[in-house]
C-alpha cells in the first residue's frame, strides 16, 4: 500500500509560480511511474504531466514550456515546479502513483490562479 499526501497549493497572481510537491509512503518508489493530474468541477481528471521511473517526463500541450515535474527517490518525492501561471492553471492538483497495473491516488491540492 501506497500513500501519497500532496502539498503546496494555494493562490497566486497569473504570471505567477508555485511548486507542488507529493510525499510518497512505502517501498519501491523509484520504480512508480509518477503522474500529476488536475480536475475542474464537471470536467474528468486531466494528465498534466509524468515521469518515468528512468527520469523520461511527458507534458500536457497545455503547460509546456511552463510546468516541470521532477522526483527525489531518496526522499519519495515528486515535485511540480509550475511558472507562468494562468487563470486556466487554477484546478484541483493530484498526484498518483502506479506500478503493476495498481494505480494510487492522493487527496489533491487546490491551485487558483487569479488577479
Known amino acids: 500500500q501506497v500513500q501519497l499526501v500532496e502539498s503546496g497549493g494555494g493562490e497566486v497572481q497569473p504570471g505567477g509560480s508555485l511548486t507542488l510537491s507529493c510525499a510518497a509512503s512505502?517501498?519501491?518508489?523509484?520504480?512508480?511511474?509518477m503522474d500529476w493530474y488536475r480536475q475542474v468541477p464537471e470536467k474528468q481528471r486531466a494528465l498534466v504531466a509524468r515521469?518515468?521511473?528512468?527520469?523520461?517526463?511527458y507534458y500536457a500541450d497545455s503547460v509546456k514550456g511552463r510546468f516541470t515535474i521532477s522526483r527525489d527517490n531518496a526522499k519519495n518525492t515528486v515535485y511540480l515546479q509550475m511558472n507562468s501561471l494562468k487563470p486556466e492553471d487554477t484546478a484541483v492538483y493530484y498526484c498518483?502513483?502506479?506500478?503493476?497495473?495498481?494505480?494510487?491516488w492522493g487527496q489533491g491540492t487546490q491551485v487558483t490562479v487569479s488577479s
Open positions: 498518483s502513483g502506479n506500478l503493476l497495473s495498481k494505480t494510487y
Open positions: 512505502g517501498s519501491f518508489f523509484s520504480s512508480y511511474v
Open positions: 515521469i518515468g521511473s528512468g527520469g523520461s517526463t
